[in-house]
């Protein structure tokens, strides 16, 4: 992926930084209530989200679509989450969420209309396809991935990412709704075909997320 000029950064402002990390607080709390099974608690941090995704869209806190957070939601739910990993376009929404940051890459913004998810077992992309397909009616199998009526695409790749380290971010999309996102680490992003203008891009949003950590 290659552009006419080097990608900005702007910093997410104020208030959509504290929406977000509260966002966070709640959504890391409600995944710890399921995976203990506690349904009362899971019952009443999901009535919090609904509260936080208002205040989400408000502020406009996430720019991600509405569909790419509702296929990683369903994901998870189904326990698959954690058995994909995202690369790709799609991946910077996850760079950008962790680093309180947007990336704007003139003279307009990038298309992030295919969500790739690498899997490691075949026997999985099936099922996956299957889950996450549900998360719009419009999606149809074109025969090498599944396409929307808005034009989003999804597939589900079959590679061995070796020696590359992940992490995880909450992502947000434009209607407020959350999901976690699991990619690479940004220092191991040439594996989504980036180019070395952006990958140089990505490591100043490390470096300046952890410089304002430290302020």
């Given at each position: 992926?290659?552009y006419?000029?080097?990608?900005?950064?702007?910093?997410?402002?104020a208030?959509?930084?504290?929406?977000?990390?509260?966002?966070?607080s709640?959504?890391?709390?409600w995944?710890?209530?399921?995976?203990?099974?506690?349904?009362?608690?899971?019952?009443?941090?999901?009535?919090?989200?609904?509260?936080?995704?208002?205040?989400?869209?408000?502020?406009?806190?996430?720019?991600?679509?509405?569909?790419?957070?509702?296929?990683?939601?369903?994901?998870?739910?189904?326990?698959?989450?954690?058995?994909?990993t995202?690369?790709?376009?799609?991946?910077?929404?996850a760079?950008?969420?962790?680093?309180?940051?947007?990336?704007?890459?003139?003279?307009?913004?990038?298309?992030?209309?295919?969500?790739?998810?690498?899997?490691?077992?075949?026997?999985?992309v099936?099922?996956?396809?299957a889950?996450?397909?549900k998360?719009?009616?419009?999606?149809?199998?074109?025969?090498?991935?599944?396409?929307?009526?808005?034009?989003?695409?999804?597939?589900?790749?079959?590679r061995?990412l070796?020696?590359?380290?992940?992490?995880?971010?909450?992502?947000?999309?434009?209607s407020?709704?959350?999901?976690?996102?699991?990619?690479?680490?940004?220092?191991?992003?040439?594996?989504?075909?980036?180019?070395?203008?952006?990958?140089?891009?990505?490591?100043q949003?490390?470096?300046?997320?952890?410089?304002?950590?430290?302020?």
């Open positions: 992926m290659i006419d000029s080097v990608p900005e950064i702007n910093e997410l402002h208030n959509a930084m504290r929406q977000y990390i509260d966002t966070c709640v959504f890391r709390a995944e710890s209530a399921r995976e203990t099974g506690n349904k009362q608690r899971t019952a009443d941090l999901a009535k919090a989200m609904v509260l936080h995704q208002r205040m989400n869209w408000a502020i406009r806190v996430g720019t991600a679509p509405r569909v790419l957070v509702d296929i990683l939601m369903r994901l998870y739910k189904a326990c698959l989450s954690e058995r994909l995202t690369v790709g376009p799609c991946s910077l929404y760079y950008e969420m962790a680093s309180g940051s947007r990336l704007c890459i003139p003279p307009q913004p990038m298309e992030r209309k295919r969500l790739t998810l690498v899997a490691e077992d075949e026997d999985i099936a099922t996956a396809l889950i996450a397909g998360a719009d009616r419009t999606f149809e199998d074109d025969g090498a991935m599944l396409v929307n009526s808005k034009g989003f695409e999804l597939e589900v790749i079959i061995e070796e020696s590359v380290k992940r992490f995880s971010a909450v992502i947000i999309s434009t407020g709704h959350m999901a976690r996102m699991h990619t690479v680490e940004a220092t191991y992003a040439c594996v989504s075909g980036f180019d070395d203008e952006l990958l140089k891009v990505l490591a949003m490390l470096l300046e997320c952890n410089l304002r950590l430290l302020r």
